[in-house]
């Protein structure tokens, strides 16, 4: 049987079984272990178990686990509401302040937790309700808070770019650095959205009342002494500090990432012990069992991914498909568009894990071929997956501000998150005119390459 029938029959059994509803890292293994038993050597099922634990033993997937305590440490306690509660604080005499103090959180928790869904949680839970409470529409409220939480997989530490690093062969030092330029790129962006939103609104609503309509909550005054502003810093300041502390760790040369994410990990639960006196075995047993589920299920993700790319290599599946790519001609734009395109169909229903360990092997040599920076695409990559998180039909984030706003229809949530995804599309596009807006930071730690 030729190479390109076996590839076509692995791509639709692998199809097959995930839309049978089989967990992602049981259909992964699940085709791997079929097509090893039909299409290779039969000792090859021998090799299952110390195949799967030569390509885990790297000692950067050690740290994920360990960022992932650190997330579930921060997540659980009350600082996602603290952290909202002063940025808006300070923030709230400027135009939209109170969305773009919203915004400004969700980068920031989303780079300590580095979870999407914990992200809108916590800061949804207590920004959504303040937002409407403020007039601001629910399509509005819904959409800041969906998109603020993507952030989440771009700002270091990023497990998506750990996974990619690892794929592609690069150095994580230099991927957390590339994403830094981005992610504030993004967050100003959407933060002008939100300034340029709320003017709109704020007018409409002033436009009613003068024509003797209902007062908007828009309309009202909000103010805060500077006392009252001061005494929200001592519960902010630490996590922030922690953020600070870890990035120059990591790039400082002071620690490895295992380290650095073990260090995260101990500092984030002495800082939920000491300020909100969260140490009792009954407290910390949601965030270890948290860790302990989030940890195997994304561990077991990666390990069958990682199998099921080595069967794809060794029955030459994913060097033919390359081959195929490079074979079509395609300019290097027209690829670099067909493959991100690929992405985000496969953002419909496969999580950023899986769309990276699976595609790596296939994508990754045609653009290498094509002379694209692995860096620069890794950047490229993590905002076209995060676009999956809050784009129809299937976004997990819409699903999250569901859960945390029943009352909001779905319609319009997902009314309120499409601009958002374009600023997204506009920051790609600003990234392939302007390479240097994710090389920079890199290149001038680490000199260019």
């Not at 097509?35 to 994920?64: G, H, K, Q, R």
């Amino acid at each position: 049987m030729s190479t390109g029938i076996i590839g076509i029959l692995y791509g639709l059994g692998t199809l097959l079984l995930m839309f049978s509803g089989m967990p992602i890292a049981f259909a992964l293994g699940g085709i791997a272990v079929i097509f090893m038993f039909f299409f290779m050597p039969s000792a090859s099922l021998d090799t299952i178990a110390p195949n799967v634990y030569e390509e885990m033993a790297n000692i950067t997937l050690l740290s994920i686990p360990l960022f992932i305590l650190k997330g579930a440490a921060i997540g659980k306690s009350r600082a996602g509401s603290d952290l909202y509660l002063a940025i808006h604080a300070w923030m709230h005499k400027i135009p939209g302040g109170l969305g773009i103090a919203n915004i400004l959180a969700s980068g920031l928790f989303a780079a300590m937790s580095g979870s999407s869904p914990a992200t809108c949680s916590a800061i949804g839970s207590a920004g959504i309700p303040e937002m409407r409470a403020r007039g601001y529409s629910p399509r509005f409220a819904a959409g800041i808070i969906a998109a603020g939480g993507t952030l989440g997989i771009l700002l270091p530490p990023s497990i998506v770019m750990i996974l990619f690093a690892i794929a592609a062969e690069q150095s994580l030092g230099r991927l957390f650095l590339a994403g830094i330029i981005p992610g504030l790129l993004m967050v100003a962006l959407f933060s002008i959205y939100a300034a340029f939103r709320y003017k709109k609104e704020y007018k409409s609503a002033l436009d009613v009342w003068k024509q003797g309509g209902e007062k908007s909550a828009y309309l009202d005054e909000f103010e805060m002494s500077l006392l009252d502003k001061t005494r929200l810093l001592p519960r902010v300041v630490p996590f922030v500090t922690l953020l600070i502390g870890v990035m120059v760790a990591l790039y400082g040369g002071y620690a490895t990432p295992s380290e650095t994410a073990g260090l995260g990990g101990l500092l984030a639960l002495i800082l939920i012990a000491v300020i909100y006196r969260l140490w009792r075995p009954s407290q910390l047993s949601p965030i270890l069992a948290s860790t302990l589920k989030e940890s195997t299920m994304l561990m077991f993700i990666i390990g069958m991914s990682l199998l099921y790319s080595y069967v794809m290599s060794y029955l030459h599946i994913s060097q033919s498909a390359a081959e195929s790519i490079v074979a079509l001609g395609l300019s290097k734009w027209t690829l670099l568009a067909v493959i991100l395109v690929m992405i985000v169909v496969l953002g419909f229903f496969l999580p950023p894990v899986s769309i990276i360990l699976m595609t790596a092997p296939i994508i990754l040599p045609p653009l290498k071929a094509a002379g694209f920076d692995m860096i620069w695409f890794g950047i490229i990559m993590t905002i076209v997956m995060e676009m999956g998180l809050i784009h129809p039909p299937v976004g997990l984030n819409i699903f999250v501000i569901k859960n945390i706003a029943p009352d909001i229809p779905l319609k319009e949530i997902i009314w309120g998150v499409i601009p958002f995804v374009g600023l997204m599309i506009l920051t790609v596009l600003l990234l392939c005119f302007f390479p240097g807006i994710a090389t920079f930071l890199p290149d001038v730690v680490f000199g260019a390459k």
